[in-house]
């Protein structure tokens, strides 16, 4: 018997000779782990029928995860640097002829801030309502 892994923190067990297994475990923490069994608890409390399974419960919920949401968990991920070099190529993308050194100058003075507001502005124009709360580091999707 072999064993495999995966990024996902997965772990499977694989015989040599059999078909993959059609389910495994997934490592999540303590905390998410109390949730899904909160809502277990809530989606059993009935007086018939089968049980709820986890697998069901999260198959359901997983189907409604919208895009929105997916960007949103995207955007928490990045790091200050990753949004410092997203500044530095958004930046330059503008004025082709700014350095990456030229752009953390501005920034450090403040003049970035000007140049930046002003294609808000324009961003703003041009879009409809803001469809997506403004994220900060410490926003949460909320279960």
Not at 34 to 53: D, H, S, V, W
Not at 72 to 77: D, P
Not at 90 to 96: L, Q
Request: aromatic share 2%.
């Amino acid at each position: 018997m072999e064993l495999k892994t995966s990024n996902a923190a997965a772990v499977v067990a694989v015989s040599d000779n059999a078909a993959q297994p059609k389910s495994g475990p997934i490592r999540v923490n303590a905390k998410t782990k109390e949730k899904i069994e909160k809502l277990l608890e809530k989606a059993n409390a009935k007086p018939f029928g089968r049980k709820i399974k986890a697998s069901h419960l999260l198959e359901m919920s997983l189907s409604l995860v919208k895009i929105e949401q997916i960007k949103l968990l995207q955007e928490q991920s990045l790091s200050n640097s990753d949004r410092l070099e997203m500044l530095i190529k958004n930046t330059s993308e503008g004025d082709p002829n700014l350095t990456k050194d030229d752009v953390i100058g501005l920034l450090l003075e403040g003049g970035l801030k000007a140049r930046q507001s002003a294609k808000k502005q324009t961003k703003r124009e041009s879009e409809s309502l803001n469809k997506f709360p403004k994220i900060n580091k410490n926003s949460q999707i909320k279960m």
